[in-house]
Nanobody, 126 residues
């Protein structure tokens, strides 16, 4: 079973940047697709990024495209999410997730992911 641990959250002003990390307990780059989701207070969890190791492909919803960047470091079994030009509406708990697939399917659907981290809080002040 893959264990995921997120870090890097915090409080930042609008327009600022953060980099979140997701460390996996085992090598994920050959067998898993990695994703990031977020959940704002009173809202459903939403997809923000996915990374497919085997082809180094990335996927983002329009709400974060051009501002967020996901990338993986296979040597350290870690996936990062770089958050730039942050807005107050980006506030929420950010979760890392792993899907047991080499190619990815339903990347934006949280039900398609098999393992989850505990989350890290990101707060963007106006």
């Amino acid at each position: 079973q893959v264990q995921l641990v997120e870090s890097g959250g915090g409080l930042v002003q609008a327009g600022g940047s953060l980099r979140l990390s997701c460390a996996a307990s085992e090598r994920t780059f050959s067998s898993y697709v990695m994703g990031w989701f977020r959940q704002a207070p009173g809202k459903e969890r939403e997809f923000v990024a996915a990374w497919i190791w085997t082809v180094s492909s990335t996927y983002y919803p329009d709400s974060v495209k051009g501002r967020f960047t996901i990338f993986g470091d296979s040597a350290n079994n870690t996936v990062y999410l770089s958050l730039n030009s942050l807005k107050p509406e980006d506030t929420g708990v950010y979760y890392c997730a792993a899907q047991a697939s080499r190619v990815g399917y339903g990347l934006g659907d949280e039900r398609r992911y098999d393992y989850w981290g505990q989350g890290t809080q990101v707060t963007v002040s106006s």
